[in-house]
């Protein structure tokens, strides 16, 4: 498989870059930031430099590809402006790349998000044919992004992820600090129901989605079956980082009014600084719904693939990875 990657020095493009090449795949990724890099070239990636909004880059980085994954993304914004600019635009410009290429059956297996989808109700997973209900911008932009792949006339895959957590992640590496404490957060009272997917699964569903014809024009969510509530799984943290603990993780409940004006304070900070960050008043909308959650029972029978990791396996091999690369 000859196969384009963008956002291939993040988290997620990583571990697809990792599973590609253990297949004999062809990679190219497109990279922003040649220091970023230096792992992909050590494994011998074609590397074409420039980003989403480069045309020219975007179309010497698809010549001649069996596959795009298009895993770049915004997942903080300054507006929602510029989540669109960055979600939306930038997946344009991705299609119109792959249009010009004029590669026979080109697939594009575009990795959007759960925000996108808008939030599950209790005990009622999602399925991926619901009307979308997104409630923050980032999830509006994702949704923008996908409907950029419904009219690209090229054979396309959706793959919505939950949670996703596992080895160089740096987001639930903030959770695994917290917890090592003793002590996390939650927002509410911890009983947010939750799916999430351990990354090196998440790149084996992503292949899975390319390789199958039965996936051309669907959308799925990519996670475990399982599915844990906000408390548990801070829980289940702790019990990674300290297995033989007795006492588990304290749970300390985040008010709705409380943590809207926490989020209101790192908002206002960022934007006295010109940055970007997640941690938005927008955000609670997402950090307050009672269940985000996920059946990944149609990923599973139209593609054969299965999630190698439940969640207390998942835990053990990140704290591992953290703690042989220094991370904790």
């Known amino acids: 498989m000859r196969a384009l990657v963008t956002g291939a020095t993040g988290f997620v493009g990583s571990h697809l870059v990792d599973a590609l090449l253990q297949r004999g795949g062809e990679v190219t990724a497109l990279v922003r930031s040649p220091a970023k890099a230096a792992r992909l070239a050590r494994l011998g990636v074609r590397q074409v430099h420039g980003d989403l909004h480069d045309p020219s880059a975007l179309r010497r980085a698809a010549r001649d590809q069996d596959v795009i994954f298009h895993v770049a993304g915004l997942i903080a914004a300054r507006s929602e402006a510029e989540f669109h600019l960055g979600n939306e635009a930038g997946t344009a410009n991705v299609v119109q790349a792959a249009q010009a290429s004029g590669a026979s059956g080109l697939r594009l297996v575009l990795v959007s998000s759960m925000a996108a989808a808008g939030p599950a109700a209790p005990g009622r997973p999602l399925r991926g044919d619901e009307p979308a209900t997104p409630v923050t911008a980032y999830g509006r932009s994702k949704l923008a992004a996908e409907r950029v792949a419904h009219s690209s006339g090229l054979p396309w895959t959706i793959i919505r992820p939950p949670m996703v ?23 509410g009272r911890g009983t947010q129901e939750l799916s999430a997917v351990y990354g090196p699964d998440l790149a084996e569903a992503l292949i899975a989605a390319a390789t199958s014809g039965a996936a051309v024009g669907r959308t799925y969510f990519a996670c475990h079956p399982e599915i844990v509530t906000s408390g548990e799984f801070v829980r289940a943290v702790g ?3 300290q297995p033989s603990r007795r006492r588990p993780v304290h749970l300390v409940p985040l008010p709705r009014w409380l943590a809207r004006g926490v989020l209101a304070l790192t908002g206002a900070a960022a934007r006295v600084a010109g940055q970007a960050t997640l941690l938005t008043p927008d955000k609670a909308n997402e950090f307050f719904q009672p269940a985000w959650t996920a059946d990944p029972s149609s990923l599973i029978e139209e593609t054969g693939w299965q999630p190698a990791h439940n969640l207390e396996e998942g835990l053990r091999r990140t704290v591992q990875w953290y703690r042989q690369s220094g991370w904790l």
């Not at 957590?165 to 927002?187: C, H, M, S």
């Open 239 to 241: 019990r990674a980082l």
């Open 165 to 187: 957590y596992g080895p160089r992640d740096t987001e639930v590496l903030k959770i695994f600090r917290l917890a090592r404490l003793g002590i996390a957060p939650v927002f």
